[in-house]
């Protein structure tokens, strides 16, 4: 049996490779730390910020049409790769993902942190490093493989996300 995925919007099953989850539970995890320390202004903290952004990209945005326009790489990553998209978001900073089609779903792969902000032709530009990443199987390219790894990750994510989603309705 499979595992359920992360969640469902628009129609698209939503789940997330182990790169993007440990990301994604590293700021939730943060951004909970900063209300506890600082319960009247956590809000307005970059981080926090940052987590907004990030669940309304996941959770809203790229659910709406990930086969959007803005989404398109284009060659960016290279030829091989222009099944690959992107959001950009906060100025410099980028969301990779995958979907598909056939199966309704859409695989969030990798969010660059501040160590690979946007800057075109650096080592740790963004997309350099998403490209190395794929050329050495992490996140995999094959859908498959991606699918089969993001599933066997999504369980943990799920309920930091829900405190998440939870928290942002209250």
Request: hydrophobic share 40%; no cysteine; proline share 6%.
């Amino acid at each position: 049996m499979r595992p359920a995925p992360l969640t469902e919007r628009n129609g698209w099953k939503l789940y997330a490779h182990p790169a993007f989850s440990r990301a994604l539970e590293s700021l939730i995890l943060t951004v909970e730390a900063l209300e506890k320390q600082q319960p009247q202004t956590y809000r307005s903290h970059p981080k926090t910020k940052l987590l907004k952004r990030v669940l309304d990209l996941i959770l809203v945005e790229v659910p709406r049409d990930p086969n959007a326009l803005e989404f398109q790489l284009g060659n960016t990553l290279g030829p091989a790769y222009r099944h690959w998209r992107r959001a950009r978001f906060l100025a410099r900073f980028r969301l990779f993902f995958r979907f598909s089609s056939t199966h309704n779903a859409i695989v969030y792969a990798w969010v660059k942190d501040e160590t690979t902000l946007r800057k075109a032709g650096a080592q740790t530009d963004p997309y350099a490093v998403f490209t190395k990443r794929l050329q050495e199987g992490n996140p995999p390219d094959n859908w498959n493989a991606l699918l089969r790894e993001a599933e066997s990750a999504g369980q943990n994510l799920e309920s930091a996300l829900k405190r998440t989603v939870r928290k942002e309705q209250d």
